[in-house]
C-alpha cells in the first residue's frame, strides 16, 4: 500500500506547510513529501493542479490515500489525533488554550510586523524592525510569557505541542530579525529551543539553503543605506 503523501510547499515561502509538516513528523506519522514550487510565477500553474483534488487549490494538503485532509489547522489535529493526543495539553483548560493560540495564529497572526515576512528570514542581510513593529511585536510577546509562565517551559505549555509548532514561522521571522526581548525572557528561551527543536532546525537546514524570495516592501524608509553599510 502505498503511503500517505503531504503536498507541501517550498521551504523557504511555506510557512503554512511547515506547521503541517511539523506536526506529522512528530505525531510520528509517517508519509511521502511532494514539495509544491509555490514561487511565481509557476505557482499559479502547480496551485491549480493541486485544485483538481482539493477545493482550495493551495498547500499544505495531505492525501491518506483514502481521504484528502486540506488546511493546516485540521492537517495538525489529525497529527494530534494519530498520537492520541500527544501534541496538546492533557489538561482541558491548558488544552483549550493551546487551541486558542492555534486559532489566533490562523486567523491573522502573520499580520504582526506584516512586512517581515517567513521569507524575509532567510534573507542574508535583514532590517532592523521599526518601533511600531517592535510595539507589534510586544502584544504577542506578552501573551508567550504568561504562557511560559505558567507551564514552566520549556515550550509554551510544558512539552512540545501544536501551539508551539503552529507559532514557529512566526518565532523564526522575529527572532531573526532580532526583535528585542529584553522584558521577556522566557519568550527569548522559547524561541531559542523551539528553533533548536530537531524537527524545526532541520526544516530550516533546507529552507536556509534555498534560493531567496525578495519581496520590493521588505524595506522601509533608511533601510537600503543601513543594509548596504552591513554589507560593506
Known amino acids: 500500500m502505498a503511503k500517505p503523501i503531504l503536498y507541501s510547499g517550498t521551504k523557504n515561502a511555506s510557512s503554512w506547510a511547515m506547521r503541517a509538516w511539523l506536526a506529522l513528523r ?14 511565481r510565477p509557476q505557482r499559479f500553474g ?8 482539493s477545493p482550495p487549490a493551495s498547500v499544505p494538503v495531505l492525501d491518506t490515500g483514502s481521504t484528502v485532509i486540506f488546511d493546516s489547522i485540521a492537517i495538525m489535529e489529525f ?27 490562523h486567523a491573522g497572526l502573520s499580520g504582526i510586523c ?24 510586544g502584544r504577542l510577546f506578552a501573551c508567550y510569557e504568561d504562557c511560559l509562565d505558567q507551564s514552566g517551559g520549556p515550550f509554551l505549555f510544558g512539552p512540545v505541542s501544536l501551539a508551539d509548532f503552529m507559532h514557529a514561522p512566526s518565532a523564526i521571522r522575529l527572532s531573526r530579525h532580532k526583535a528585542d526581548t529584553r522584558q521577556w525572557p522566557r519568550t527569548a528561551e522559547w524561541m531559542r529551543a523551539l528553533i533548536a527543536q530537531p524537527l524545526v532546525a532541520e526544516w530550516l537546514n533546507e529552507a536556509d539553503q534555498q ?6 516592501d521588505y524595506l522601509v524608509p533608511g533601510a537600503e543605506a543601513e543594509l548596504a553599510a552591513a554589507q560593506a
Open 211 to 216: 534560493p531567496h524570495i525578495w519581496f520590493d
Open 79 to 105: 497529527a494530534n489525533d494519530f498520537c492520541e493526543g500527544g501534541l496538546l495539553p492533557v489538561d482541558a483548560e491548558a488544552r483549550a488554550r493551546a487551541r486558542s493560540l492555534v486559532a489566533w495564529q
Open 46 to 53: 502547480n496551485l491549480a493542479r493541486i485544485g483538481a483534488f
Open 114 to 137: 506584516g512586512r517581515i515576512s517567513f521569507e524575509s528570514s532567510f534573507y542574508p542581510q535583514k532590517r532592523r524592525l521599526t518601533n511600531a513593529e517592535q510595539r507589534e511585536c
Open 26 to 39: 512528530a505525531a510520528g506519522y509517517e508519509f511521502d513529501e511532494v514539495v509544491v514550487d509555490i514561487r
